[in-house]
């Protein structure tokens, strides 16, 4: 499903956040938001994803207004995985996973044996599936970031918005996420800050003092000139032997 904004703006007291952001994400497409800190990528997925309200501009999941949808029916669409979620309730790492079910259940559609799948298939994708019985509270900061992920990708939705899922992961966990995003039949808008990592994304959005100043593919998007002006660094350009792939090295500039 296509996920368009047109012209989004939201402001602090007074002090512009985000300023007239227009991009399109096409259907299964993986969009990475890179910028600076406080540049916009968390404010940026909030108004995407409805949780905040633009002040001017629109959201649109396909060919229908976010602001004209019913919130249920945003949830069969869009899943979430905010930054430094937490859940406050004693709960296992099943009934954590199992939340991102509650948009498809109701008197007429009660639990079934299509939930058990969705939640099962969700935790051996992030390989939590040997701590469904664990209380969250005993999880690691990683182990948390992944059962937030399987919670989403239980939700089975059309539109997936992560806010540096990569964070608290280690470098085999940081991989395969990336891996089973970009693999997703999805249309996925991550929050990065590895710049290496985001080249894996289909196409890259830069974020600099709350407006998208860069949109396109990563190795048109990451040049020497936007890495300096907008992130302050002195890049180098090297190749993987390996597979010929381009790999970013970073110098402070003095
Ligand atoms: N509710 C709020 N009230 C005041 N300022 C806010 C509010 N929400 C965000 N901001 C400010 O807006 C700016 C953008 O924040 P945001 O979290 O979107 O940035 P970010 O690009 O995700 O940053 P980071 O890379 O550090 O996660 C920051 O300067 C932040 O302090």
Redesign the pocket.
Known sequence: MRLSAENLAWS??G?P??REVSLQVGAGETLG?I????????????LLSGVLRPEAGEVWLGDTPLARMSRRHVAQLLAVVE?QAETAERITVQDAVELGRTPWLSALRPWSAEDDAAVAEALAEVEMSGFAGRDWATLSGGERQRVHIARALAQRPRILLL??PTNHLDIHHQLSILRLVADLPVTTVL?L?DLNQAMGCDRLGV?HH?RLVALGRPDQVLTTALLRDVFGVRATFLTDPADGERIIRFHAVS
Do not use: C, F, W, Y
């Open positions: 602090a007291r002090v956040i985000v938001l910028g600076p800190n406080g540049s916009g990528k968390s404010t940026l997925l909030r930054q806010d540096e929050a800050h974020m709350g």
